[in-house]
């Protein structure tokens, strides 16, 4: 909807032009950029950033206006304030755009717009205070930075994560493939939500950027020239904090020698301008990105294996769809971050690995203990790490000092409670208790500092005020707010006395920061007060209606204009306070980091108890020992889902033996979800959790791979089967003896013989060269002839019941390959009309081939009398071509090819007679 007023925005016609001439002469922008006019009063969007917030957020109910006249208009729209926040946190956060704010400064042109902010996906400290108001803080809110080597042969890249939560500087290097396989499982691990990539229009470059934006991330670029070491090392040397006796300079750190990486760390930190910003200084750590430490992972399996919720589960139904939603029960937002990042980080340490199943295992035996910690202390834990960084930055309050001296008074409370429960464990004590114990001994000045200096009398009231005593002034107002309050309290009793009420009971004197002080009654009561003079009605709502009397309308205004005069002469302390407590804002992030372990630990085990069939502990070895067994492994997600009976199956494998399984069988019948489930349970041991399983032992996995339900990527102009072809070539490159790979149905998106001969050619890649533990689902039949030249590949087949009309899945997998195809039995299941049903019957008669006619013991001999008849048809064929060389007649030549057809019945081949006699 568009309208055309003489007066729009606040401008007449004239300033209207002159507005619309500059913004059409602005500099193009990208569309993932979008542009917000403070007007003060309100913000405007303009061109395509109107119709797309038009379209996109207000679901085209808002009301587009057009300003300007003749050709120079320009379609426009208004949003107040709200809906700026609004829009805001949904472009950066949810759609992963960046936003400018342009301002315009007191009576200056209308041309003099400047940008008064800007942010994006990895940069929202200008946005921290609209987008994380409440506290909350962003999981994989860290930039990344890539810079490729200047030796394009080489294929080294460049790595620097930044997070301006945890204020690290994180860099590595390493030689990369030309898929940028380790580059995109790097990504994968540490969620960043943007990444930088230098200017230029190189083969590297354009290859980074494709496997960047396969993963979903937005792609800034920036000049060549800001990524290098020029003036780096003078930036950091500021921000880095140092320890104690430390060379204070970045080149007496080992990771100053990755020129490559660093130069990519110095593009990352001018494009956040964190040198901008004194708070900054001297709270960073620079420390080596170690990507081997954890299982490579990519973005195919993050969504082969379902690992994160897809967009819009938030609903409780949703949560057993994916494998974060399952694991994740924790009580604490740092829990939640913390869960989320072990799920895309699977360590491959032996010793890490054992320290969590050690820890799980303890926490699902005692019962009393988990339930204390979950029920009790861990719900009561706020965010310390967005705590601490409101410290650290200056921008907490009196009231978020007492939220942080209440979570420090529970730690001793959590201590006590696992001495109580008996566990001595020494993983426990090493990893969880004398950690806590030691950071919270070093807390004790900021706990006696806060009792001496804030009232807790008032903290009941929601008034965080510093205790009167520090100042005269203070004393005086302090005086005068107690003598209010008893003048306040009494008008309880006299409303009490002229609404004939219980004062107490039936009528309540209560205060919030919204109102101040005022009444309340219940819905019920709420006839004694309507229409009574002197009387004034605030709200209603369900807890009961608000009012007060003139009185107490009139004290409440004394009150409140007091406190404001006491909150003002108290913010020299109040700023002393802070100044004090943010120097225990690292010390309050390590506590945050216990708690997120200790929170984590506890909901795994939370999970492995609550499951259908407790989860077991499974038996981890070193990495190169061969082996993988699952005994009546189980799907976890699926098992928790209603009105589903989980039939659980096997794997067992070990190299030299067996590594890898060709799986067959029909449509639906659970071929998809058995390979699914390895990948799931070998995951989920891999983060420290127990699995569902009877049985488990594996050795430790170096990654993940997977293939599994491609589709198009109409974006980057990319088809199914290129998509597919895409990530084979990954796993190719990327897989090792030490892998585990989970590829279903490979080759559909070419035709059938060519999809076959690329499925046999990875298959037998895998299987003979990698050496991989592979799960192979599988519509080729004959890819499970491999098993006859790789000793070390089994046949499995998932099993079905058929009958003359219907097909029973018994959704269990047993050795040997699948004899039959069932796809006419799953469209009659499907409900196809029967003349659809009767056309493909008789279609697949007519192109079953003539191998399908032979009778033999087993398929061996079955193909030993194919190979014989092969021979039989070349020696045929020879002796027909020899044929065409003398000089014969038509009917010379009719006979002796019919001779040729009787010799070769007469050699009794069953093929081929099979092909003769149909001919």
Same mark, same amino acid.
């Given at each position: 909807?568009?309208?055309?007023?003489?007066?729009?925005?606040?401008?007449?016609?004239?300033?209207?032009?002159?507005?619309?001439?500059?913004?059409?002469?602005?500099?193009?922008?990208?569309?993932?950029?979008?542009?917000?006019?403070?007007?003060?009063?309100?913000?405007?969007?303009?061109?395509?950033?109107?119709?797309?917030?038009?379209?996109?957020?207000?679901?085209?109910?808002?009301?587009?206006?057009?300003?300007?006249?003749?050709?120079?208009?320009?379609?426009?729209?208004?949003?107040?304030?709200?809906?700026?926040?609004?829009?805001?946190?949904?472009?950066?956060?949810?759609?992963?755009?960046?936003?400018?704010?342009?301002?315009?400064?007191?009576?200056?042109?209308?041309?003099?717009?400047?940008?008064?902010?800007?942010?994006?996906?990895?940069?929202?400290?200008?946005?921290?205070?609209?987008?994380?108001?409440?506290?909350?803080?962003?999981?994989?809110?860290?930039?990344?930075?890539?810079?490729?080597?200047?030796?394009?042969?080489?294929?080294?890249?460049?790595?620097?994560?930044?997070?301006?939560?945890?204020?690290?500087?994180?860099?590595?290097?390493?030689?990369?493939?030309?898929?940028?396989?380790?580059?995109?499982?790097?990504?994968?691990?540490?969620?960043?939500?943007?990444? +930088?990539? !230098?200017? @230029?229009? &190189?083969?590297? $470059?354009?290859?980074?950027?494709? /496997?960047?934006?396969?993963?979903? #991330? =937005?792609?800034?670029?920036?000049?060549?020239?800001?990524?290098?070491?020029?003036?780096?090392?003078?930036?950091?040397?500021?921000?880095?904090?140092?320890?104690?006796?430390?060379?204070?300079?970045?080149?007496?750190?080992?990771?100053?020698?990755?020129?490559?990486?660093?130069?990519?760390?110095?593009?990352?930190?001018?494009?956040?301008?964190?040198?901008?910003?004194?708070?900054?200084?001297?709270?960073?750590? +620079?420390? !080596?990105? @170690?990507? &081997?430490?954890? $299982?490579?992972?990519?973005?195919? /399996?993050?969504?082969?294996?379902? #690992? =994160?919720?897809?967009?819009?589960?938030?609903?409780?139904?949703?949560?057993?769809?994916?494998?974060?939603?399952?694991?994740?029960?924790?009580?604490?937002?740092?829990?939640?971050?913390?869960?989320?990042?072990?799920?895309?980080?699977?360590?491959?340490?032996?010793?890490?690995?054992?320290?969590?199943?050690?820890?799980?295992?303890?926490?699902?035996?005692?019962?009393?203990?988990?339930?204390?910690?979950?029920?009790?202390?861990?719900?009561?834990?706020?965010?310390?790490?967005?705590?601490?960084?409101?410290?650290?930055?200056?921008?907490?309050?009196?009231?978020?000092?007492?939220?942080?001296?209440?979570?420090?008074?529970?730690?001793?409370?959590?201590?006590?409670?696992?001495?109580?429960?008996?566990?001595?464990?020494?993983?426990?004590?090493?990893?969880?208790?004398?950690?806590?114990?030691?950071?919270?001994?070093?807390?004790?000045?900021?706990?006696?500092?806060?009792?001496?200096?804030?009232?807790?009398?008032?903290?009941?009231?929601?008034?965080?005020?510093?205790?009167?005593?520090?100042?005269?002034?203070?004393?005086?107002?302090?005086?005068?707010?107690?003598?209010?309050?008893?003048?306040?309290?009494?008008?309880?009793?006299?409303?009490?006395?002229?609404?004939?009420?219980?004062?107490?009971?039936?009528?309540?004197?209560?205060?919030?920061?919204?109102?101040?002080?005022?009444?309340?009654?219940?819905?019920?009561?709420?006839?004694?007060?309507?229409?009574?003079?002197?009387?004034?009605?605030?709200?209603?709502?369900?807890?009961?209606?608000?009012?007060?009397?003139?009185?107490?309308?009139?004290?409440?205004?004394?009150?409140?204009?007091?406190?404001?005069?006491?909150?003002?002469?108290?913010?020299?302390?109040?700023?002393?306070?802070?100044?004090?407590?943010?120097?225990?804002?690292?010390?309050?992030?390590?506590?945050?980091?216990?708690?997120?372990?200790?929170?984590?630990?506890?909901?795994?085990?939370?999970?492995?108890?609550?499951?259908?069939?407790?989860?077991?502990?499974?038996?981890?070895?070193?990495?190169?020992?061969?082996?993988?067994?699952?005994?009546?492994?189980?799907?976890?997600?699926?098992?928790?889902?209603?009105?589903?009976?989980?039939?659980?199956?096997?794997?067992?494998?070990?190299?030299?033996?067996?590594?890898?399984?060709?799986?067959?069988?029909?449509?639906?019948?659970?071929?998809?979800?058995?390979?699914?489930?390895?990948?799931?349970?070998?995951?989920?041991?891999?983060?420290?959790?127990?699995?569902?399983?009877?049985?488990?032992?594996?050795?430790?996995?170096?990654?993940?791979?997977?293939?599994?339900?491609?589709?198009?990527?109409?974006?980057?102009?990319?088809?199914?089967?290129?998509?597919?072809?895409?990530?084979?070539?990954?796993?190719?490159?990327?897989?090792?003896?030490?892998?585990?790979?989970?590829?279903?149905?490979?080759?559909?998106?070419?035709?059938?013989?060519?999809?076959?001969?690329?499925?046999?050619?990875?298959?037998?890649?895998?299987?003979?060269?990698?050496?991989?533990?592979?799960?192979?689902?599988?519509?080729?039949?004959?890819?499970?002839?491999?098993?006859?030249?790789?000793?070390?590949?089994?046949?499995?087949?998932?099993?079905?019941?058929?009958?003359?009309?219907?097909?029973?899945?018994?959704?269990?997998?047993?050795?040997?390959?699948?004899?039959?195809?069932?796809?006419?039995?799953?469209?009659?299941?499907?409900?196809?009309?029967?003349?659809?049903?009767?056309?493909?019957?008789?279609?697949?008669?007519?192109?079953?081939?003539?191998?399908?006619?032979?009778?033999?013991?087993?398929?061996?001999?079955?193909?030993?009398?194919?190979?014989?008849?092969?021979?039989?048809?070349?020696?045929?064929?020879?002796?027909?071509?020899?044929?065409?060389?003398?000089?014969?007649?038509?009917?010379?030549?009719?006979?002796?090819?019919?001779?040729?057809?009787?010799?070769?019945?007469?050699?009794?081949?069953?093929?081929?007679?099979?092909?003769?006699?149909?001919?």
């Amino acid at each position: 909807m568009t309208s055309k007023p003489t007066q729009l925005l606040g401008l007449d016609p004239a300033q209207q032009n002159v507005f619309v001439s500059y913004f059409k002469n602005l500099p193009e922008k990208p569309a993932t950029t979008v542009r917000f006019y403070n007007r003060v009063e309100y913000y405007t969007l303009h061109g395509s950033d109107a119709s797309f917030a038009a379209k996109e957020i207000f679901r085209s109910t808002a009301v587009i206006k057009t300003i300007g006249s003749g050709s120079n208009t320009l379609d426009s729209l208004i949003v107040n304030k709200t809906q700026f926040e609004k829009f805001v946190r949904e472009l950066l956060l949810v759609k992963h755009y960046r936003v400018e704010v342009y301002t315009k400064p007191g009576k200056a042109s209308n041309n003099a717009w400047t940008v008064e902010y800007k942010g994006s996906p990895g940069n929202l400290s200008q946005f921290e205070d609209l987008l994380f108001a409440g506290g909350e803080q962003l999981s994989g809110s860290a930039i990344i930075s890539v810079r490729p080597s200047v030796d394009q042969k080489s294929k080294v890249v460049g790595v620097a994560v930044v997070d301006t939560t945890d204020h690290t500087f994180s860099v590595c290097e390493f030689a990369d493939n030309d898929y940028y396989s380790e580059l995109e499982g790097l990504v994968v691990q540490h969620s960043p939500r943007e990444c +930088l990539l !230098p200017q @230029e229009s &190189s083969a590297e $470059v354009e290859a980074i950027k494709k /496997v960047i934006e396969r993963s979903g #991330l =937005l792609v800034t670029t920036r000049k060549r020239g800001e990524f290098s070491r020029d003036d780096t090392d003078q930036d950091l040397n500021r921000l880095l904090r140092f320890a104690e006796g430390q060379q204070q300079t970045v080149n007496s750190l080992p990771e100053s020698r990755l020129t490559t990486a660093m130069s990519a760390l110095g593009a990352a930190v001018r494009y956040l301008e964190l040198c901008n910003d004194q708070d900054n200084f001297e709270q960073f750590t +620079l420390r !080596p990105l @170690e990507h &081997s430490r954890l $299982v490579h992972l990519d973005s195919a /399996v993050v969504a082969a294996l379902s #690992l =994160l919720p897809p967009p819009g589960a938030a609903a409780a139904h949703m949560k057993h769809h994916s494998v974060l939603g399952l694991l994740d029960h924790c009580r604490t937002p740092q829990g939640h971050r913390l869960i989320a990042q072990w799920v895309k980080q699977p360590l491959r340490d032996l010793a890490s690995i054992t320290e969590r199943h050690d820890i799980v295992e303890i926490l699902t035996l005692e019962t009393e203990l988990r339930q204390s910690l979950h029920e009790d202390h861990l719900r009561r834990m706020p965010d310390l790490q967005a705590l601490a960084r409101r410290l650290q930055r200056k921008k907490a309050s009196m009231q978020d000092c007492y939220r942080i001296y209440q979570a420090l008074q529970r730690f001793p409370l959590l201590l006590q409670a696992i001495q109580d429960s008996g566990c001595s464990h020494p993983t426990l004590e090493a990893l969880i208790v004398s950690p806590i114990r030691e950071l919270y001994a070093d807390t004790e000045k900021l706990l006696e500092m806060v009792e001496s200096t804030l009232d807790m009398a008032l903290v009941d009231k929601g008034e965080f005020l510093i205790k009167a005593d520090f100042d005269d002034d203070l004393k005086e107002l302090r005086s005068k707010m107690d003598s209010l309050d008893e003048d306040i309290q009494k008008t309880l009793y006299k409303a009490a006395r002229d609404l004939s009420l219980d004062p107490g009971k039936t009528i309540k004197l209560e205060s919030n920061s919204q109102y101040g002080y005022y009444f309340r009654v219940t819905l019920k009561e709420e006839k004694v007060i309507r229409n009574v003079r002197g009387f004034t009605q605030l709200d209603a709502n369900k807890s009961g209606v608000r009012f007060r009397n003139d009185q107490l309308t009139e004290l409440n205004s004394e009150y409140q204009e007091a406190k404001d005069q006491y909150t003002q002469q108290q913010e020299a302390i109040v700023s002393e306070v802070i100044s004090v407590a943010a120097g225990y804002s690292t010390t309050l992030q390590s506590l945050s980091y216990q708690v997120a372990q200790l929170d984590a630990l506890v909901s795994l085990a939370q999970v492995a108890v609550s499951a259908p069939i407790p989860y077991v502990r499974p038996v981890m070895h070193d990495k190169n020992t061969g082996v993988f067994r699952l005994k009546q492994a189980r799907h976890p997600c699926l098992e928790m889902q209603d009105s589903v009976s989980y039939i659980a199956n096997d794997i067992d494998f070990k190299q030299g033996d067996c590594t890898f399984y060709m799986v067959t069988g029909p449509n639906m019948g659970g071929k998809s979800t058995y390979i699914r489930s390895a990948g799931v349970v070998a995951l989920l041991a891999h983060i420290g959790s127990l699995v569902p399983c009877e049985s488990a032992e594996m050795s430790v996995l170096d990654s993940i791979l997977a293939r599994v339900g491609a589709s198009d990527s109409q974006v980057k102009g990319m088809s199914t089967f290129m998509v597919e072809m895409v990530e084979t070539a990954s796993i190719i490159r990327t897989a090792t003896s030490s892998s585990l790979v989970i590829i279903d149905e490979l080759g559909r998106g070419t035709s059938t013989f060519e999809g076959c001969g690329i499925a046999w050619a990875i298959a037998e890649h895998l299987a003979s060269e990698a050496k991989s533990f592979t799960l192979f689902a599988t519509h080729f039949h004959e890819l499970t002839r491999l098993g006859e030249s790789v000793p070390t590949l089994a046949n499995r087949h998932v099993t079905a019941v058929t009958q003359e009309d219907s097909l029973t899945l018994l959704y269990q997998v047993r050795p040997g390959a699948c004899d039959q195809s069932f796809g006419i039995h799953v469209a009659k299941m499907a409900r196809f009309p029967p003349m659809v049903i009767e056309n493909a019957k008789r279609k697949l008669s007519e192109l079953e081939d003539y191998q399908s006619l032979i009778v033999a013991e087993n398929d061996a001999k079955k193909r030993k009398i194919i190979q014989e008849g092969e021979n039989i048809m070349e020696e045929m064929l020879a002796q027909c071509k020899s044929l065409a060389a003398k000089d014969m007649s038509d009917t010379e030549l009719s006979k002796a090819v019919a001779q040729l057809k009787t010799e070769a019945l007469a050699r009794g081949n069953p093929y081929i007679s099979a092909l003769l006699c149909k001919v």
